[in-house]
């Protein structure tokens, strides 16, 4: 049983603190898409078919975004789920 435990008016709650942590992927390309990714670019400008959810298009995942996501989660020792 834990100890960091608090008295609330519906009952007992245990204190529980996580950290959430985002980073920006450098890729010349989007995740799910081979559209561009330029900075500056005219709006609109950098959309494919996917972006645009044609229908029929299946995204299909950047290798280089993966690859990048997996190194920084061996680095921190974190699970890497295989599928």
């Not at 950290?19 to 670019?41: I, M, R, Y």
Request: hydrophobic letters at 45%; glycine letters at 8%.
């Amino acid at each position: 049983m834990s100890e960091y435990r608090i008295q609330g008016a519906t009952g007992e709650w245990e204190v529980v603190i996580g950290l959430e942590v985002h980073a920006q992927v450098t890729s010349k390309a989007k995740l799910f898409s081979g559209a561009a990714t330029a900075f500056g670019a005219e709006p609109n400008s950098q959309v494919s078919l996917v972006d645009a959810a044609m229908p029929g298009m299946l995204p299909v995942p950047n290798r280089e975004c993966i690859r990048q996501a997996v190194r920084t989660g061996l680095a921190i020792d974190a699970q890497i789920n295989k599928w």
